[in-house]
């Protein structure tokens, strides 16, 4: 199957998390949409990896995407090597995405930054004709593009997912293992940014909702500069 956005980041939720609204936008536009998660999350605290692949299934349901999958890579072990490249090219090969959407490359989680590094090496190699650690024909993604996550980061641009808010907040909760968490893991002495998670996801949403003028919106990062034709009606205020 041939996509036309692929969503890469490195645990079932991330793309919930990050990026949601957008693939159920552009799935809602008619775009063939996918999700490729690196790991199955099994070093989390909370879950487990047969629990969090069923949470996956629920929320790519709620996001219409059209293929989720699992590179089955080790979990808080992502590191940029040529094995793991290797697997991520091979898939890019398969899916042939035009857009491809990458964690942004700062992050408290080791996974994160090295899954932003890992997706942009292996979209790369994917269009060597002579790479010969991935199978199947030499293809490369015409866009990459970063989800800016946090308020702190300031988008290159951003979508305005108003109308998929609420979709997008059922995909975050249908990981319940991760979002509410047991009595005995409220009264646990480990913080966990989880327990904040989600709400300050929603708090970007209005953050970079209130930069371009509507109620929510998801913000991402390019690092080419991007092409306007028509100054005249673009459409976020100056003043």
Same mark, same amino acid.
């Given at each position: 199957?041939?996509?036309?956005?692929?969503?890469?980041?490195?645990?079932?939720?991330? =793309?919930?998390?990050?990026?949601?609204?957008?693939?159920? /936008?552009?799935?809602?536009?008619?775009?063939?949409?996918?999700?490729?998660?690196?790991?199955?999350? #099994?070093?989390?605290?909370?879950?487990?990896?047969?629990?969090?692949?069923?949470? !996956?299934?629920?929320?790519?349901?709620?996001?219409?995407? /059209?293929?989720?999958?699992? !590179?089955?890579?080790?979990?808080?072990?992502?590191?940029?090597?040529?094995?793991?490249?290797? =697997?991520?090219?091979?898939?890019?090969?398969?899916?042939?995405?035009?857009?491809?959407?990458?964690?942004?490359?700062?992050?408290?989680?080791?996974?994160? &930054?090295?899954?932003?590094?890992?997706?942009? #090496?292996?979209?790369?190699?994917?269009?060597? $004709?002579? &790479?010969?650690?991935?199978?199947?024909?030499?293809?490369?993604?015409?866009?990459?593009?970063?989800? !800016?996550?946090?308020?702190? =980061? /300031?988008?290159?641009?951003?979508?305005?997912?108003?109308?998929?808010? #609420?979709?997008?907040?059922?995909?975050?909760?249908?990981?319940? +293992?991760?979002?509410?968490?047991? $009595?005995?893991?409220?009264? +646990? $002495?480990?913080?966990?940014?989880?327990?904040?998670?989600?709400?300050?996801?929603?708090?970007?949403?209005?953050?970079?909702?209130? %930069?371009?003028?509507?109620?929510?919106?998801?913000?991402?990062?390019? $690092?080419?500069?991007?092409?306007?034709?028509?100054?005249?009606? %673009?459409?976020?205020?100056?003043?």
């Amino acid at each position: 199957m041939k996509l036309d956005l692929l969503a890469i980041a490195p645990h079932p939720d991330d =793309v919930e998390l990050t990026c949601g609204g957008t693939m159920l /936008k552009m799935a809602d536009a008619g775009y063939r949409t996918g999700i490729l998660d690196l790991t199955q999350g #099994e070093t989390g605290t909370r879950g487990t990896p047969e629990i969090r692949a069923r949470e !996956a299934a629920r929320a790519a349901k709620i996001l219409r995407v /059209k293929l989720r999958r699992n !590179a089955g890579l080790p979990d808080s072990r992502l590191r940029v090597c040529d094995e793991q490249k290797a =697997v991520i090219a091979e898939i890019i090969r398969e899916l042939q995405p035009r857009t491809v959407i990458l964690p942004y490359w700062e992050g408290r989680h080791p996974d994160h &930054y090295a899954a932003a590094t890992l997706g942009y #090496e292996a979209c790369f190699l994917a269009g060597l $004709k002579n &790479y010969p650690a991935a199978a199947g024909e030499p293809f490369r993604p015409f866009k990459i593009i970063y989800a !800016a996550a946090y308020s702190t =980061v /300031k988008p290159t641009f951003a979508v305005d997912i108003t109308r998929q808010y #609420e979709r997008r907040r059922r995909a975050i909760l249908a990981y319940r +293992s991760q979002f509410t968490p047991s $009595k005995r893991a409220r009264h +646990s $002495k480990i913080f966990l940014p989880l327990d904040e998670l989600e709400d300050r996801m929603n708090f970007a949403a209005r953050h970079y909702g209130r %930069m371009i003028g509507v109620q929510y919106a998801e913000g991402f990062v390019v $690092k080419e500069v991007i092409h306007i034709d028509d100054v005249v009606k %673009m459409p976020v205020r100056s003043l």
